[in-house]
């Protein structure tokens, strides 16, 4: 079955960087984008940006641009996010969720489960 | 960015109630409107995509409606199980963007 592995929680302290990972299986890696998205404790789910995992193209949320960086490896059939210059407010769960289109609607399904990054000094 | 906007945010319901949540986009989406279910400690998992279209596996007590900018998820019936955090989403254009949360607690 379709699956998305998550590296595990992650501490770091104020102006450090996280790099989370995001492995596929059950399916051709390359076939679908793969987008992040993130949820402060209590808040809302908020996009981050997404991958073209077969040509690597990249597109980010404004609020972020500059801090994070979404890449792949093929081979490997993983997605990573790559935030920097952390600040507390960025401590939440991480998600990765491949998107696929039905009926001409694009969907998130399904959902790594989720990696949780703490940024305290 | 296109606002997502939910109500009500907290709804407190019986086992075999019948309950609607709204999702008000801040201009027209058409129909690119999906619906997910968290849990506490779980990813979302997608329950209605295209406002009303069914994801496979998903019991038929859930339902969907609307277009433009007013659309609705309606559970008929409710479960032990269906006491979660329900997400309205657009895909109409990026910024994907998600409602606050509706949180579905047991009367």
């Known amino acids: 079955q379709v699956q998305l592995v998550q590296s595990g929680a992650e501490v770091k302290k104020p102006g450090a960087s996280v790099k989370v990972s995001c492995k596929a299986s059950?399916?051709?890696?390359?076939?679908?984008?793969m987008h992040w998205v993130r949820q402060a404790p209590g808040q809302r789910l908020e996009w981050m940006g997404w991958?073209?995992?077969?040509?690597?193209?990249?597109r980010y949320s404004q609020k972020l641009q500059g801090r994070v960086t979404i890449t792949r490896d093929t081979s490997a059939s993983t997605a990573y996010m790559e935030l920097s210059s952390l600040r507390s407010e960025d401590t939440a769960v991480y998600y990765c969720?491949?998107?696929?289109?039905?009926?001409?609607?694009?969907?998130?399904?399904?959902w790594g489960q989720g990696t949780l990054v703490t940024v305290s000094s | 960015d296109i606002q997502m906007t939910q109500s009500p945010s907290s709804l407190s319901a019986s086992v075999g109630d019948r309950v609607t949540i709204t999702c008000r986009a801040s201009?027209?989406?058409?129909?690119?409107l999906n619906w997910y279910q968290q849990k506490p400690g779980k990813a979302p998992n997608l329950l209605i995509y295209a406002a009303s279209s069914l994801q496979s596996g998903v019991p038929s007590r859930f339902s969907g409606s609307g277009s433009g900018t007013d659309f609705t998820l309606t559970i008929s019936g409710l479960q032990p199980e269906d006491f979660a955090t329900y997400y309205c989403?657009?895909?109409?254009?990026?910024?994907?963007?998600f409602g606050q949360g509706t949180r579905l607690e047991i009367k």
């Open positions: 991958i073209n995992t077969g040509n690597g193209n990249t």
């Open positions: 969720a491949r998107v696929y289109m039905v009926r001409g609607s694009e969907v998130f399904d399904p």
């Open positions: 989403q657009q895909s109409y254009s990026t910024p994907r963007t």
């Open positions: 201009q027209s989406i058409s129909s690119y």
């Open positions: 059950g399916y051709t890696f390359t076939s679908n984008a």
